[in-house]
C-alpha cells in the first residue's frame, strides 16, 4: 500500500467511543479553565497585582489551558477517567491555598462573601463561557485533525465510519454549534422597521471566505494527493462548503420563520429527515452509493453525505440559535444564572432520555448521516460543557470576591446592581468584548481571529502529514510535534491579539 492508501486506511471503519467517555473528556477544559483562574487569583493575592508578562502570560495559557488537552487525547488516554480528578484536586488545593493566605490578610467572614456572592451582579452584556466555548472547541478540534494520524491518538476517538459516537464527531456538530450561537440573527437586535429578508443578503456576502477555503482546500487536496476519507463528506465537498451552506440557509429559513421558534424547525427537520431515512431507500443510497456498491457516479452520489448531511447539521445550527437567543436575555445576577444552570441541566437531561429513545427505535448515531439520534447527542454534549463554563465562570466569580482587586480574562466582571453607586472591589470592565484593548489572554487571542485560527491547523496539518511519517511516529516525537504545531499558532494569535490586528474584511 502506497503512504496515502496507509494513512487513509489509518483513519477508516471505525466506530467510536462510549458516551460517558466523551462526558468525562468533556470536563477536562473547564477544569482547566478554572485552574488557570484560580492560579492567575493566587498571583495577584501574592504579589499585589497581575501578571504584567505577555511571554509568561502565554506560556502560563498555553502550558494550563491548551497542553493538558492534547496529553489526554494522547498518552494519557488511557487514564483519561483520572484526569478530571488530578486536574478537581490541583484546583481545590489552589483555593484552599487562596482561603487560607486570604484569612492571614482580611478580617472579613466568609459568610459574608457567601451572601455577598449570591447577592452579586454581573455584566449582563456579555456572557464569557459563549466565548470560551467557541474557543475551545476550536482549540480541540485543531489538536484532533492532527493528532488523528499518529497512532498515539486513540482510534476510538476519530470519527466513526457509519455510526458511533467519537470524539471529532462530536467536534463537527459542536463547530455547528458554536457558530450559531454567535450569528447575526442572535446578536442583533429586532427591529419593526427592519425588512425581513435585510439580513439574508448580507449572509450571501459573509459566506464567501468560506466557500473560498472549500475550494482552497478541494485544490489543494486533489493536487498534492493528500489522504483524504471519502465517506466524511464525499470526493469533492467539505466542511467549509457545508459551514457555508448551513449559514445560508438558515438565514432563509429564519426569515421566514420566528426566530424564537427555531428550536420548533429545527425538531421538525430532524424528525422529518428521520422519516425519510427509515422508511425510503435514501439512507440504502448514502451508505452505499446508486449501485449498491459504494459508486461515486455524478455529482450528488459523489458527494452523498456531504449534501444529505446538510439537513441535521441545520437542524443542529436552528437549534443552537434558539439557545443564544435564550442565553441573552438579560440576568444581570448570579441567582438568575443559577437558575438558568437548572433549566439547562433539565433541558440536557431531556435530551439524553430522547437520545436513548431514538437509537433505541429510529436509528443510532451517525455523523455521516447527520440523523436525528447524532442531532440529539451533539446538541446535549454541547449545552453540558456550556453549563460547565458557566460553573467554572460563577466559581471564579466567588473567589474574585475572596480576593478583593483580582481580575480574570473572560470571565464575569461584578458590576453595580441596578439603581445602585456601590464601589466595587473588583474590575468593572468585563473582559474579552469586541473592540476593547487587548489583555493578556489566550483565549481573547483565539476569539479575535477564530478562523484564521482554524485555517492556520489545517495548512500546519497538511504540511505535516506531507514532511512527517505520523503512522509510525514515537510517542515523544509526536508530543514534541503536536505541542510545537498548537503553540506556533497559538503564538501567531497571541501576536495579533498584541497589536489588536483582526484579519476579518468581510
Known sequence: MSQKQLKEAFISNLNGTNLLEISVGLSLAPLCLLCRGLLLILYHLHYGKPVSSRKYSLLLDFLVLVSPLLFSCTVLSPVLFFMPVILAASCTGVFSKICSQRKQETRVPFGQVVKEFQQTYLDPEYIPAITVFRVYVNVLTSISILAVDFPQYPRRYAKAETYGTGVMDLGVGAFVFGNALVCPEVRQKSRVTQPKFSSLARQFFS????????????????????????????????????????????????????????????????????????????????????????????????????????????????????????????????????????????????????????????????????????????????????????????????????????????????????????????????????????????????????????????????????????????AAFALCILHLYMFVNCLIMSALHAKNIVLKFW
Request: proline share 3%; glycine share 6%; hydrophobic share 50%.
Open 207 to 474: 459566506v464567501w471566505p468560506l466557500v473560498s477555503l472549500g475550494v482552497g482546500r478541494l485544490l489543494s487536496v486533489k493536487s498534492v494527493e493528500y489522504h483524504e476519507h471519502t465517506s466524511e463528506y464525499g470526493v469533492h465537498w467539505n466542511f467549509f462548503f457545508t459551514l457555508a451552506f448551513v449559514r445560508l440557509a438558515a438565514s432563509l429559513l429564519l426569515a421566514i420563520f420566528p426566530k424564537n421558534k427555531s428550536w420548533i424547525v429545527a425538531l421538525t427537520l430532524a424528525a422529518l429527515y428521520q422519516l425519510v431515512l427509515n422508511t425510503t431507500s435514501l439512507k440504502a443510497f448514502l451508505l452505499h452509493g446508486s449501485s449498491g456498491r459504494d459508486s461515486r457516479v455524478g455529482f450528488l452520489d459523489a458527494n452523498r453525505e456531504g449534501l444529505l448531511s446538510l439537513v441535521g447539521y441545520l437542524a443542529i445550527y436552528l437549534a443552537s440559535v434558539q439557545v443564544g437567543l435564550w442565553l441573552l436575555k438579560r440576568r444581570g445576577s448570579v441567582k438568575g444564572w443559577l437558575g438558568a444552570l437548572r433549566v439547562l441541566a433539565l433541558a440536557v437531561l431531556v435530551l439524553f432520555v430522547s437520545l436513548h429513545v431514538s437509537q433505541a427505535h429510529a436509528d443510532p448515531v451517525s455523523r455521516r448521516m447527520a440523523n436525528l439520534s447524532y442531532c440529539l447527542w451533539v446538541i446535549a454534549h454541547c449545552l453540558m460543557l456550556f453549563i460547565f463554563f458557566v460553573a467554572t465562570d460563577l466559581t471564579l466569580v466567588f473567589t474574585k470576591l475572596l480576593v478583593k482587586g483580582s481580575s480574570v480574562p473572560c470571565s464575569w466582571s461584578v458590576v453595580k446592581p441596578p439603581n445602585s453607586n456601590k464601589k466595587l472591589g473588583t474590575e468593572a470592565v468585563p473582559v474579552g468584548r469586541e473592540g476593547e484593548r487587548p489583555h493578556l489572554c489566550l483565549i481573547s487571542a483565539i476569539n479575535k481571529n477564530q478562523l484564521l485560527f482554524f485555517l492556520l491547523a489545517n495548512v500546519m496539518t497538511g504540511a505535516v502529514n506531507i514532511l512527517v511519517d505520523t503512522i509510525h511516529s514515537k
